[in-house]
Structure formats: structure tokens, C-alpha cells
């Protein structure tokens, strides 16, 4: 079955710091892998897709960048944090097939201070 | 307007009862829709998906869907106070592009 992680779980971080959140898949491959912010109290904010390794998509102009190393893994990084990243950062894959059901990891909270 | 719309409640519902959730959506060309369920805290666990229009049940919940009203419904039967969560609804609304919006998601509230 698959499998998807996100560390570290919980982050306090000061403004102005650097960033570097990751994401891994187990038990498929080629999968499309997303990075999504949530506000609090607000929906789900796709940041970030991709396709396939070294393809990204960026949904929103931001501070933030997304990489993607290996085929299951998915990294958010940050050179210089902003209070507004804050937010409950998660990680979603789905298969390649044209099957729109996206699975999510456990989530990164992040605290910018 | 927004691409995918629902009520944000909160929705309180007596435990027994049964629950109606409800999601409309902008795009006349999404195939693909879906309900996710977010605990306080977690993140959002999919609990049903539906592709053509009508009811598809799965255990104590159904799912409805109508494209020429572009509509799309969860009920849950019987509502235990576990069902206590907020709702996500999602929608493929860039065919081919594999991606979802999401509503901002009702919260519910089963009273014991």
C-alpha cells in the first residue's frame, strides 16, 4: 500500500530564516506529488505540483520554491521566511493514470515568528 | 465568483440524524469530484468520490451529484459524534491538468 511522509511535523522558524520542508512517497511510482499551504481557517492553497523529476508547476508567486530530486520525493524551500508562510503546509500525491483522487500526507505546521 | 463553493456552517446536527453537506462548483467541464473529511489538526482523509450523476453510497454515506445544476451533495446517515469535522469539497476544474480545487470546507458538529 502506499505511503506518503512529511517532516518535520511541527516548525517554529523566526522571519528572515531559511526553509526546507520534505515530502516522500512509498509503494507507487511516477506519482504527481503537490505541496498545498492552509491558513488558518481558510481552504486549501495549491502552491505546487509536479509531473515528473526536475517538473515543476508553481501555482502562486511567492517566496517559496519546490523541487523534486527523486521520483517520490517532494522538497519546499524557503531562502527567506515571511510571517505569512504560516500555515499548515501538506504534501498530496496521485497516480498518473488521469485519476484525480489526491491522498495527503500528515502535514508540516509551521510558525513564523 | 468562487470556482467551488460551500456553506462554512458550522452545521450542528443531533446524533442520529442525518447530515447534508452541500458544494456547487463554477466549471460546467469538471468530470471529477470529491469529499475529504479534516479532523482538527490533520489533515484531509478522502472519504468519497463520484464521477457520474446520481447517488453513490458507500457505508453510511452518499454521494450525490447533478452537472446540470453543478452540484454536488455528501449526506451521512446515522451522525455519530466522530463525524465531527470539517468537510472539504473538491473538484477537477483544469481537465487533463490533474489538479483540484478545494472548497473552504464546512464544519460539522454532531450533538450527542
Known amino acids: 500500500s502506499q505511503t506518503i511522509h512529511q517532516w518535520p511535523a511541527t516548525l517554529v522558524q523566526p522571519v528572515g530564516s531559511p526553509l526546507s520542508l520534505e515530502c516522500t512517497v512509498e509503494?507507487?511510482?511516477?506519482?504527481?506529488l503537490y505541496w498545498y499551504r492552509q491558513a488558518a481557517g481558510r481552504g486549501l492553497q495549491l502552491l505546487f505540483y509536479?509531473?515528473?523529476?526536475?517538473?515543476i508547476s508553481s501555482e502562486v508567486p511567492q517566496n517559496l520554491s519546490a523541487s523534486r530530486p527523486q521520483d517520490r520525493q517532494f522538497i519546499l524551500s524557503s531562502k527567506k521566511l515571511l510571517l505569512s508562510d504560516s500555515g499548515f503546509y501538506l504534501c498530496?500525491?496521485?497516480?498518473?493514470?488521469?485519476?484525480?483522487?489526491?491522498?495527503f500526507g500528515p502535514g508540516t505546521r509551521l510558525t513564523v515568528t | 465568483q468562487k470556482e467551488v463553493e460551500q456553506n462554512s456552517g458550522p452545521l450542528s446536527v443531533p446524533e442520529g440524524a442525518i447530515a447534508s453537506l452541500n458544494c456547487t462548483y463554477s466549471?460546467?467541464?469538471?468530470?471529477?469530484f470529491f469529499w475529504y473529511r479534516q479532523y482538527s489538526g490533520k489533515s484531509p482523509e478522502l472519504i468519497m468520490s463520484?464521477?457520474?450523476?446520481g447517488d453513490k453510497e458507500d457505508g453510511r454515506f452518499t454521494a450525490q451529484l447533478n452537472k446540470a445544476s453543478q452540484y454536488v451533495s455528501l449526506l451521512i446517515r446515522d451522525s455519530q459524534p466522530s463525524d465531527s469535522a470539517t468537510y472539504l469539497c473538491?473538484?477537477?476544474?483544469?481537465?487533463?491538468?490533474?489538479?483540484?480545487?478545494f472548497g473552504t470546507g464546512t464544519r460539522l458538529t454532531i450533538i450527542p
Open positions: 509536479s509531473v515528473g523529476i526536475g517538473q
Open positions: 463520484i464521477y457520474s450523476n
Open positions: 509503494g507507487t511510482s511516477n506519482p504527481n
Open positions: 466549471d460546467r467541464g469538471s468530470q471529477s
Open positions: 473538491a473538484v477537477e476544474t483544469n481537465f487533463g491538468n490533474e489538479k483540484l480545487t
Open positions: 498530496a500525491w496521485s497516480s498518473l493514470a488521469g485519476v484525480y483522487e489526491q491522498y
